[in-house]
């Protein structure tokens, strides 16, 4: 699978052609994996799938396996929502981030509790922004919506 949610719409429904180069050669790369073209190469990881959700007062922690070289994302990371359990968008995200110490980890903060039954979600919507991706460029598929856990004792 290759993710297109990073990628620039020319119009409502068709992705630009500069991106569908991308998506192209990010094809290429996972095509070359599998087992009759893998003789003598180093099979391709898969793409950034999230694990793990964990909540510490209003930090909501999102980790992520699969991928390659950690995540990045050219300057603040965009596509994250937090929905109450109607499923209505709640503004509640002022800041995401990479965790420094683990490159494979979002860090969400909260300006607020989230409502009761709140989800999380990336990439939610007709024509989210969305720029979150591995080392080589690999987008984070959409998903959600995840339960959010309710808060950790300390």
């Known amino acids: 699978m290759v993710a297109s949610v990073t990628s620039a719409l020319d ?10 180069k991308r998506l192209g050669h990010e094809m290429a790369l996972l ?16 793409l950034p799938q ?6 510490d007062g209003n930090l ?7 991928g390659s070289g950690g995540l990045r ?12 359990a109607a499923g209505a968008s709640v503004s509640l995200i002022y800041r995401a981030d990479i965790d420094p110490s683990e490159p494979t980890v979002i860090r969400l903060y909260l300006d607020n509790n989230p409502p009761p039954g709140a989800t999380v979600r990336y990439g939610y919507g007709r024509d989210p922004y ?11 598929p959409v998903f959600g919506p995840f339960a959010l856990p309710q808060e950790t004792a300390k």
Do not use: M, Q, W
């Open 11 to 20: 119009d409502g429904i068709h992705i630009s052609t500069p991106d569908l």
């Open 31 to 46: 095509a070359r994996s599998r087992p009759i073209y893998a003789l003598n190469r180093e099979k391709e990881s898969a």
């Open 50 to 55: 999230p694990v793990f959700i964990r909540r």
């Open 60 to 66: 909501i922690r999102i980790g992520f396996s699969g």
């Open 73 to 84: 994302a050219p300057g603040r990371i965009n596509g994250f929502t937090i929905h109450d």
């Open 130 to 140: 969305c720029n979150l991706a591995d080392e080589r460029g690999f987008a984070v």
